[in-house]
């Protein structure tokens, strides 16, 4: 699934982390469940949740003020 499709859904404290750790290798686990539950992929390997597409969505196209 596409990140513009559950990025609005997904909490504030993972958007920040996010945010402030662009291209981390690993996400935290609250990270990764904020992720779940707002419609994004929970794979069972928690390398490989965001593309490199969706990094750079994270970069460049989210914005600061939700």
Do not use: C
């Not at 662009?22 to 904020?34: D, K, M, N, Y």
């Amino acid at each position: 699934m596409e990140i513009y499709m559950w990025w609005l859904d997904l909490d504030l404290v993972s958007k920040e982390w996010l945010r402030e750790n662009l291209r981390a290798t690993e996400l935290p686990l609250l990270v990764l469940q904020g992720i779940a539950e707002a419609g994004g992929p929970h794979p069972d390997d928690v390398a490989g949740v965001l593309s490199d597409a969706d990094w750079d969505f994270v970069e460049t196209q989210s914005e600061f003020v939700d």
